[in-house]
Antibody, heavy 121, light 107 residues
Framework: QMHLVASGGGVVQPGGSLRLSCEAS????????FYWVRQTPGKGLEWVSF????????YYTDSVKGRFTISRDNSKSTLYLQMNSLRLEDTAVYYC??????????????WGQGNLVTVSS | EFVLTQSPATLSLSPGETATLSCRAS??????LAWFQQRPGQSPRLLIF???KRANGVPDRFSGSGSGTYFSLTISSLEPEDFAVYYC?????????FGGGTKVEMK
């Protein structure tokens, strides 16, 4: 049975940093790419980032480029999102989602539970 | 950017009725369109991928169709657990985008 367990959310001041983690079990983590997707009441669901199965390539939406870094540790079956220089508009529920294949462009076929990040002064 | 527009925003129906949800893309996305269900307090769940293929474990009352710029999701004979928000999403572009959602509520 597949599981994606997220952690690391919380409240942070503008300009601060947070690291989200997403630990996988029940499948071969190292074989699949992973996405981070965020959700807000105002903007709905928004793709944030993607990382290849082997970590060799990653992609970002323009609004987080240069501030967020996606990474993975296949030995720990864990996905990360390092978020720096956080802005008020980064406030959202963040989801990790498994890609149906190793490289970008596959379907988001399994999602972890949401992790609330609140950026507030 | 591929903009996805879903309609209607809200659909009020009774159990046993059929729901038809629409998703229109600003540019052709071929068949690279998926549908997700999100129940209150839960994460999105993949229902349909490649426009018409059901994901594992999805009941056959859910069906998808369309290609290019117009897509639809049909839920036949609504069950109580089907009342939720539904999103479409395209992967034609590596910049994935989602529609704004359709809420299927109980009348």
């Amino acid at each position: 049975q597949m599981h994606l367990v997220a952690s690391g959310g919380g409240v942070v001041q503008p300009g601060g940093s947070l690291r989200l983690s997403c630990e996988a079990s029940g499948f071969s983590f190292r074989s699949f790419g992973f996405y981070w997707v965020r959700q807000t009441p105002g903007k709905g669901l928004e793709w944030v980032s993607f990382i290849r199965y082997d970590g060799s390539n990653s992609y970002y939406t323009d609004s987080v480029k240069g501030r967020f870094t996606i990474s993975r540790d296949n030995s720990k079956s864990t996905l990360y999102l390092q978020m720096n220089s956080l802005r008020l508009e980064d406030t959202a529920v963040y989801y990790c989602a498994k890609c149906s294949r190793g490289d970008h462009g596959g379907d988001l076929d399994f999602w972890g539970q949401g992790n609330l990040v609140t950026v507030s002064s | 950017e591929f903009v996805l527009t879903q309609s209607p925003a809200t659909l009020s129906l009774s159990p046993g009725e059929t729901a038809t949800l629409s998703c229109r893309a600003s540019e052709p996305v071929a068949s690279y369109l998926a549908w997700f269900q999100q129940r209150p307090g839960q994460s999105p769940r993949l229902l349909i991928f490649d426009s018409s293929k059901r994901a594992n474990g999805v009941p056959d009352r859910f069906s998808g169709s369309g290609s290019g710029t117009y897509f639809s999701l049909t839920i036949s004979s609504l069950e109580p657990e089907d009342f939720a928000v539904y999103y479409c999403q395209q992967r034609r572009s590596w910049r994935l985008t989602f529609g704004g959602g359709t809420k299927v509520e109980m009348k």
